[in-house]
């Protein structure tokens, strides 16, 4: 498999780092317009390639005639919010990022599959698909793989349990308004509440609580290092492996809906079945009205985004 990856910063340097283990990646291009420091990237990652338990892929600098017969391409470009910038404002500098990108992209291939991770994801996921014809099932934004995986941990933290033991999704936008539907929640097949009883535990179950405390995780980490990537980069790692083994898996992750869920013409997260051919199957589950309510609402804030840039 050959993987080109856009953007050489923090995120795109660990998502490097992920594809590097991942093993069935042949080659990887990165692409930068710093192009030092993408050199400096491929040449210290190409010495982790010496030892055993590295798989040895072709690390190189790449350009977007690479693009033409590329597998996977991972879209990390773009600057990060700034103090005092607002969401708008970094919505409208990512999406003329990606709509540049994607021009490049597009002289070269429409067949590839794209992962976007650019802030805010849910929409450079949108422009990537509708405003340059892209095939849907084919742009697949990271949107809230991250936020469900810290979701997952933190209910593990809870119940004292493996987080890969916990079902549980945030969906909606990857930001203020996501949510976890916890009428599809589960660990291993029981409700949390009926868990709690099997394993005896006298604990106090604040759903709100466990909701609020994901959405804020993700900035905590902001405050503490200057930037997330670490969890991202393994996001984008398993939706990588869900591609290149065909596992049919089902992430929720960011497509953009015509009609799905009563929503069109906006890109958010829904779980999706990942395989081979990239989004095979937009999943519609049985949500209870409170849960549809705050998907609408998590489409009409991305929607006013939209209008505003």
């Given at each position: 498999?050959?993987?080109v990856?856009?953007?050489a910063?923090?995120?795109?340097?660990?998502?490097?780092?992920?594809?590097?283990?991942?093993?069935?990646?042949?080659?990887?291009?990165?692409?930068?317009?710093?192009r030092?420091?993408?050199?400096?990237?491929?040449?210290?990652?190409?010495h982790?390639?010496?030892?055993?338990?590295n798989?040895?892929a072709n690390?190189?600098?790449?350009?977007?005639?690479?693009c033409?017969?590329?597998d996977l391409?991972?879209?990390?470009?773009?600057?990060?919010?700034?103090?005092?910038?607002?969401?708008?404002?970094?919505?409208g500098?990512?999406a003329k990022?990606?709509?540049?990108?994607?021009?490049?992209?597009?002289?070269y291939?429409?067949?590839?599959?794209?992962?976007?991770?650019?802030?805010?994801?849910?929409?450079?996921?949108y422009?990537?698909?509708e405003e340059?014809?892209?095939?849907?099932?084919?742009v697949?934004?990271?949107g809230?793989?991250v936020?469900?995986a810290?979701?997952?941990?933190?209910?593990?933290?809870?119940?004292?349990?493996?987080?890969?033991n916990?079902?549980?999704?945030?969906?909606?936008?990857?930001?203020?308004t996501?949510?976890a539907?916890?009428s599809?929640s589960n660990?291993?097949g029981?409700?949390?509440?009926?868990?709690?009883?099997?394993?005896?535990?006298?604990i106090?179950l604040d759903?709100?609580?466990?909701?609020?405390?994901?959405?804020?995780?993700?900035?905590?980490?902001?405050?503490?290092?200057?930037?997330?990537?670490?969890g991202?980069?393994?996001?984008?790692g398993?939706i990588?492996?869900?591609?290149?083994?065909?596992?049919?898996?089902?992430?929720?992750?960011?497509?953009l809906?015509k009609?799905?869920?009563?929503?069109?013409?906006?890109?958010?997260?829904?779980?999706?079945?990942?395989?081979?051919?990239?989004?095979e199957?937009?999943?519609?589950?049985?949500?209870t009205e409170?849960?549809?309510?705050?998907?609408?609402?998590?489409?009409?804030?991305l929607?006013?985004?939209?209008a505003?840039?």
């Amino acid at each position: 498999m050959k993987v080109v990856v856009i953007g050489a910063g923090m995120v795109g340097s660990a998502v490097i780092g992920e594809l590097l283990v991942h093993g069935g990646i042949s080659e990887i291009y990165l692409l930068d317009l710093d192009r030092d420091k993408a050199e400096g990237e491929i040449l210290d990652y190409s010495h982790t390639t010496s030892y055993n338990y590295n798989p040895s892929a072709n690390l190189k600098i790449g350009d977007y005639h690479h693009c033409k017969d590329a597998d996977l391409i991972i879209m990390t470009a773009g600057p990060s919010i700034k103090k005092g910038e607002t969401r708008i404002d970094l919505a409208g500098k990512n999406a003329k990022v990606m709509k540049d990108i994607m021009k490049n992209i597009t002289r070269y291939t429409k067949d590839a599959i794209i992962i976007t991770v650019t802030n805010p994801v849910d929409i450079v996921t949108y422009v990537a698909t509708e405003e340059l014809d892209y095939p849907r099932n084919k742009v697949i934004g990271t949107g809230t793989i991250v936020d469900s995986a810290r979701l997952m941990r933190i209910i593990g933290n809870k119940y004292n349990l493996d987080p890969k033991n916990v079902f549980a999704y945030m969906l909606g936008e990857h930001g203020a308004t996501s949510f976890a539907p916890w009428s599809i929640s589960n660990i291993c097949g029981y409700t949390l509440e009926d868990f709690i009883k099997i394993r005896g535990f006298n604990i106090n179950l604040d759903k709100s609580l466990i909701e609020e405390d994901t959405k804020k995780i993700g900035m905590e980490v902001w405050r503490k290092k200057g930037y997330t990537n670490h969890g991202i980069a393994a996001g984008v790692g398993r939706i990588v492996k869900a591609i290149s083994l065909d596992e049919k898996s089902i992430l929720p992750v960011s497509v953009l809906l015509k009609g799905e869920y009563g929503l069109e013409d906006v890109a958010l997260s829904v779980p999706c079945v990942v395989g081979e051919n990239g989004i095979e199957k937009i999943l519609e589950f049985s949500l209870t009205e409170e849960e549809l309510n705050k998907l609408r609402l998590s489409a009409k804030s991305l929607k006013d985004t939209i209008a505003e840039i």
